[in-house]
């Protein structure tokens, strides 16, 4: 699972594509989450254009990896890529949090088919990967679990019963990814309850533990890469991403957690995201 230098480039191009859309989509729908969406979006790239075993033309397929989306409210960037993967049209991602739409505000897996399960409130996908994740050592399936965590989410107490668990039960075949950017919906997250050392934590209740730059989609790759090499326990990648990625008046400011783009202020983020196509560009030739 090699990344070279010319399917990075690919990816972070695609990166960039998919950070533009999840802008146009949020302001079109006049509702969602941005700050999230935008920091994660090299990640999801890198899972469905590289990382997972999956096939958007059978998204039931049987022998899939499966990714749990725990911080549902993320939902924007799972749909954008999904949409560029082919799971379904580009143009229905314009219907983002519409009456009817199959792109609810937090994805729900009845309507949608690709999703593993339906999410609202934080705390609880950890603990459905670990159930995927028993099922598929019980069944003797080869199938990996990832799953998508929030850092803010790591105040539920439910999560470290689902951390505890996996440690437990030594699911090697468990990935989990945790969005590690610092802020929630009422401020940054060691102002309103302090998170660290997660690290620490982690390591104590069993897991293998890795800390990458979330935006650095070769370093991601190759923790996915150890993860599976990893026979004795569960791993947890703790990517350090920054919220708003892309877009300057949204980076690090834990007001765009849950608000999007007004016409003006779209237009300004799609200009700064063509100019960092540009560089992407650059960089690589």
């Known amino acids: ?87 379904f049209p580009k143009k229905e991602l314009m219907t983002l949090r519409q009456l009817g739409s199959r792109l609810q505000g937090h994805p729900e897996r009845s309507m949608l088919p690709g999703l593993e399960t339906s999410n609202g409130p934080l705390g609880q996908g950890l603990s459905q990967a670990v159930g995927m994740a028993l099922a598929g050592r019980m069944d003797k399936k080869k199938y990996h679990v990832y799953c998508a965590m929030s850092d803010g989410e790591h105040q539920e107490g439910q999560t470290w019963e689902a951390v505890m668990a996996a440690g437990k039960y030594k699911l090697r075949n468990l990935t989990g990814i945790l969005d590690r950017n610092n802020i929630q919906i009422d401020g940054y997250t060691e102002d309103v309850m302090p998170l660290e050392s997660l690290a620490d934590k982690y390591k104590a209740f069993g897991w293998h533990v890795l800390e990458i730059d979330g935006h650095n989609m070769r370093a991601f790759v190759d923790a996915c890469e150890e993860a599976k090499t990893i026979y004795e326990k569960p791993t947890i990648i703790i990517a350090h991403t920054i919220p708003g990625r892309g877009v300057s008046y949204m980076e690090n400011d834990y007001l765009w957690h849950g608000n999007p783009p007004n016409a003006e202020q779209a237009r300004q983020a799609l200009s700064e995201l063509r100019t960092l196509g540009g560089k992407i560009e650059s960089e690589h030739q």
């Open 1 to 87: 699972m090699l990344l070279h230098d010319k399917k990075l480039k690919i990816l972070e191009e695609k990166a960039n594509e998919i950070r533009k859309d999840i802008i146009k989509m949020l302001e079109h729908a006049g509702s969602g989450h941005s700050a999230g969406p935008l920091g994660m979006a090299d990640i999801f790239t890198a899972l469905y254009f590289h990382v997972l075993h999956h096939n958007p033309k059978k998204p039931n397929w049987p022998e899939r990896d499966r990714l749990v989306l725990s911080n549902g409210h993320i939902c924007p960037v799972r749909y954008v890529t999904m949409a560029h993967a082919g799971y």
